[in-house]
């Protein structure tokens, strides 16, 4: 058998890039049609030759960071992946620098409530420590529980030794931020204006408001590089809005986490002395109400878990539409409450994230407890 005669082989960077650049041809097109797309692969072939690297335009950029949100497998909020605001500040390199668009990212995403799917890409260089720009803090208590959130202990322990001093020690005290650039992290104290949390109230369960439960409202993943055409930004925070099951069916309710379902079925005043009286699927239910009930009050955005289903379902048929196929993860597709009555339970989904692609690389700092466990959606 003799082999097959073959070109030179092309360096993985260089296939990545003719990849993505055809694809963003595709998908929005180079102006002068199929000699555009030539000459731009030209472009990038030569600025890699003489440099090793290529350099994506705006317009590439922007393109790139929405496809990777809407190649996310986990996620089911990719219905609206086109209206992705993405921020170019592959310029911006000093902490300074990063934390005063940090600050406006945060600003105007949250935008008075009606929040907006933001991305902001930073150069080279810089990494932020927390998995998420708002995260409340876990202080381990000598009885071997915690105050606040169980899932930060290690990031709360690895901000006190780069020098923060510690908060009031609520259950949800704000973490600064640990910006690296350059190899040297510096701590940010998030002002009070740029952190907008909502404090949950039952309908009609007084009780449960009493319980003094909240939780913010911007999700920003901080953790995550953002990958395009075998370019890695390691900086690329990115945010949509909450799903409510993420606060009320996980995050509040988990056991290893805040743990409020004993406490909640007891401002309902429910009989806890057996579990199948259902009193924690009872809790969950009424405090997933809460959430709903006092975003909607407060007017923060807010999904539940029925219409964000359905709008998965609806982004499944704009992408056959469009000839493309939809790769998923079942397990994070399924809300955590109620799952079989939303229609994805129903339905089968090929895993796997292609590039352009949201990656998350092991922190260096971090032992992780649990990575698979920073999950958007669960
Ligand atoms: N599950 C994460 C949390 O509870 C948030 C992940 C991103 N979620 C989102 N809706 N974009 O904090």
């Given at each position: 058998m003799t082999a097959a005669p073959r070109l030179m082989p092309a360096s993985p960077l260089l296939e990545q890039a003719e990849d993505f650049l055809r694809l963003y041809h595709r998908e929005v097109g180079y102006a002068g049609g199929q000699d555009g797309l030539e000459a731009r692969l030209e472009t990038a072939r030569s600025e890699l030759t003489r440099t090793g690297h290529y350099t994506l335009t705006p317009g590439e950029l922007t393109h790139g960071a929405r496809v990777a949100w809407r190649n996310s497998a986990r996620c089911v909020g990719r219905l609206p992946w086109r209206a992705?605001?993405?921020?170019?500040?592959?310029?911006?390199?000093?902490?300074?620098?990063?934390?005063?668009?940090?600050?406006?990212?945060?600003?105007?995403?949250?935008n008075g409530g009606r929040i907006r799917p933001?991305?902001?890409?930073?150069?080279?260089?810089?990494?932020?420590?927390?998995?998420?720009?708002?995260?409340?803090?876990?202080?381990?208590?000598?009885?071997?529980?915690?105050?606040?959130?169980?899932?930060?202990?290690?990031?709360?322990?690895?901000?006190?030794?780069?020098?923060?001093?510690?908060?009031?020690?609520?259950?949800f005290d704000v973490l600064p931020l640990a910006i690296e650039a350059g190899g040297e992290v510096q701590l940010y104290d998030l002002p009070a204006e740029a952190i907008h949390e909502v404090p949950l109230t039952h309908p009609d369960c007084p009780a449960l408001g009493a319980l003094g439960l909240k939780w913010h409202a911007l999700p920003v993943i901080s953790d995550m590089a953002l990958e395009?055409?075998?370019?890695?930004?390691?900086?690329?925070?990115?945010?949509?809005?909450?799903?409510?099951t993420e606060i009320a069916a996980r995050n509040l309710a988990d056991q290893d986490r805040y743990n409020q379902l004993?406490?909640?079925?007891?401002?309902?005043?429910?009989?806890?002395?057996?579990a199948r009286t259902l009193w924690q699927d009872r809790a969950l239910v009424e405090l997933n109400v809460a959430a709903l009930h006092s975003f909607d009050a407060a007017g923060v955005r807010l999904s539940d878990h029925h219409a964000a289903t359905r709008q998965f379902v609806r982004f499944e048929e704009e992408?056959?539409?469009?000839?493309?196929?939809?790769?998923?993860?079942?397990?994070?597709?399924?809300?955590?409450?109620?799952?079989?009555?939303?229609?994805?339970?129903?339905?089968?989904?090929?895993?796997?994230?292609?590039?352009?692609?949201?990656?998350?690389?092991?922190?260096?700092?971090?032992?992780?407890?649990?990575?698979?466990?920073?999950?958007?959606f669960h």
């Open positions: 992705l605001e993405v921020r170019d500040l592959r310029h911006a390199t000093h902490p300074d620098e990063v934390f005063a668009q940090l600050l406006a990212h945060l600003h105007g995403a949250f933001v991305i902001s890409v930073f150069g080279p260089g810089v990494r932020i420590h927390n998995p998420q720009l708002i995260r409340y803090a876990g202080y381990p208590r000598p009885d071997g529980g915690v105050v606040g959130d169980p899932e930060n202990v290690a990031l709360t322990d690895h901000l006190r030794r780069l020098g923060w001093g510690g908060g009031p020690g609520s259950p395009i055409g075998g370019l890695d930004f390691a900086c690329a925070p990115f945010n949509g809005w909450y799903l409510e004993p406490a909640v079925a007891r401002a309902l005043g429910l009989d806890t002395s057996r992408e056959a539409r469009a000839g493309r196929a939809v790769r998923g993860r079942w397990s994070w597709l399924v809300p955590p409450l109620s799952p079989a009555t939303t229609p994805v339970w129903h339905r089968h989904y090929e895993d796997g994230d292609e590039s352009p692609r949201f990656v998350r690389g092991q922190a260096a700092w971090v032992k992780l407890q649990r990575p698979e466990r920073g999950c958007p």
